[in-house]
């Protein structure tokens, strides 16, 4: 069965740090990945994808993330972290036959200290 | 470009009552998705629709939830009776079908507060 993992519940950085949000999936083909951003109140809003070819994928907001078939994993990275970028984030694995259906990990709020 | 566009954005109701959940899909996209968001259980979808026509209702809790997409700019989420435990966030979501798990474009959600 398809399963998301986002073993981080809160993760705190200061501004200006980096920041690595680890996402990890369970899927039997080559899955489509995704990591979405949901503001306090706000909709999810859709960062950036990964349904083939390059390996490391460029989002908006200067997030990127890293596709590794051997670690099942598709961690979420920026290199300098701003106020702003204080969220909930949520990675979702689809694809297959019931290739609609998105299965979003926990997700893992970000706090940033000023 | 209107994103999805959901009413109300907040609803408080009483137990027992009927609650009617509204969604307006990007102009374009035929897909159209159902999501429940609470702090036990994340995001589940509820139901997807794929031209106006449900394709998969299995995350739909019990007959108390039914959805309806009368056409292709319009879709509704009802709860009838309502209890608390349906308290939640309800988001709709929309795409293209180009590609079946194509980007998902969500709207800001109804909060539902049942008492």
């Known amino acids: 069965a398809q399963s998301v993992t986002q073993p981080d519940i809160h993760i705190t950085v200061s501004e200006g740090a980096s920041l690595e949000l680890r996402c990890n999936y369970s899927?039997?083909?080559?899955?489509?990945l995704f990591w979405y951003v949901q503001s306090p109140g706000q909709g999810l809003q859709l960062l950036l994808k990964?349904?083939?070819?390059?390996?490391l994928v460029q989002g908006i907001k200067g997030f990127e993330a890293e596709f590794k078939r051997s670690q099942s994993s598709f961690n979420l990275r920026k290199p300098s972290v701003h106020w702003s970028d204080a969220a909930e984030y949520f990675c979702?694995?689809?694809?297959?036959?019931?290739?609609?259906?998105?299965?979003f990990g926990s997700g893992t709020r970000l706090l940033v200290r000023p | 470009d209107a994103g999805v566009i959901q009413s109300p954005r907040h609803e408080v109701t009483e137990m027992g009552q009927e609650v009617t959940l509204r969604c307006k899909p990007i102009?374009?996209?035929?897909?159209l998705f159902w999501y429940r968001q609470t702090m036990m259980r994340g995001l589940e979808l509820l139901i997807y629709?794929?031209?106006?026509?449900?394709?998969?209702d299995s995350g739909m809790p019990e007959d108390r939830f039914s959805a309806k997409m009368p056409n292709a700019s319009f879709s509704t989420l009802k709860i009838q009776p309502s209890e608390p435990r349906d308290s939640a966030v309800y988001f709709c979501?929309?795409?293209?079908?180009?590609?079946?798990?194509?980007?998902?474009?969500f709207g800001p959600g109804t909060r539902l507060t049942v008492l």
């Open positions: 979501a929309s795409s293209s079908d180009r590609v079946h798990t194509d980007t998902q474009y």
């Open positions: 899927y039997g083909a080559t899955p489509y």
């Open positions: 990964y349904f083939s070819g390059d390996t």
């Open positions: 979702a694995v689809g694809g297959g036959d019931s290739s609609y259906k998105l299965i």
């Open positions: 102009s374009g996209h035929n897909s």
């Open positions: 629709f794929n031209n106006n026509v449900p394709i998969d």
